[in-house]
C-alpha cells in the first residue's frame, strides 16, 4: 500500500526554475533510497539523482550537470528536487521512485516502486 506521488510540475520559459516534490506514504518511506528519472518524448529514461535514505548523500547521473538538486525530509516523507536553469531539453516527465537497495543506484529495474510522473514543459 506505499506509494509515491509526484507535484510541482508545469510550463516554465527557459531559464526558470522549478522544484518537484515526491510525498510517500508507508511507514518505510526513510528506509531506502530514492531515486529521481524522467522520460522525454521518444527518449528513453534518464536517471537523474538518487539519494541516499538519511538525505547525507546524493548520487548524481549525467543529466543533473549542476542544475539539479536532491533533498530529502523524511519527518514530512518528501523528498525534493529542484532544477534551476531549465532548458527546453529537460522538457519530459519526471518520476521519483524507491529502491530496497543499500545504495544509490541509477539503474530503473533495481527500483520497485514509481510515481505516476509530473510533467515538465519548458520553452525557449
Known amino acids: 500500500q506505499a506509494q509515491l506521488r509526484e507535484s510541482g510540475g508545469g510550463s516554465v520559459q527557459a531559464g526558470g526554475s522549478l522544484t518537484l516534490s515526491c510525498v510517500g506514504t508507508?511507514?518505510?518511506?526513510?528506509?531506502?533510497?530514492i531515486g529521481w528519472f524522467r522520460q522525454a518524448a521518444g527518449k528513453e529514461r534518464e536517471f537523474i539523482g538518487a539519494i541516499d535514505k538519511n538525505g547525507h548523500n546524493v548520487f548524481y547521473g549525467d543529466p543533473a550537470k549542476g542544475r539539479f538538486f536532491i533533498s530529502r525530509d523524511n519527518a514530512e516523507k518528501t523528498v525534493h528536487l529542484q532544477i534551476d536553469s531549465l532548458e527546453p531539453g529537460d522538457t519530459g516527465v519526471y518520476y521519483c521512485a524507491r529502491t530496497r537497495s543499500q545504495y544509490t543506484t541509477r539503474t530503473w529495474s533495481t527500483y520497485d516502486l514509481w510515481g505516476q510522473g509530473t510533467q515538465v514543459t519548458v520553452s525557449s
Open positions: 508507508g511507514r518505510a518511506f526513510g528506509s531506502y533510497p
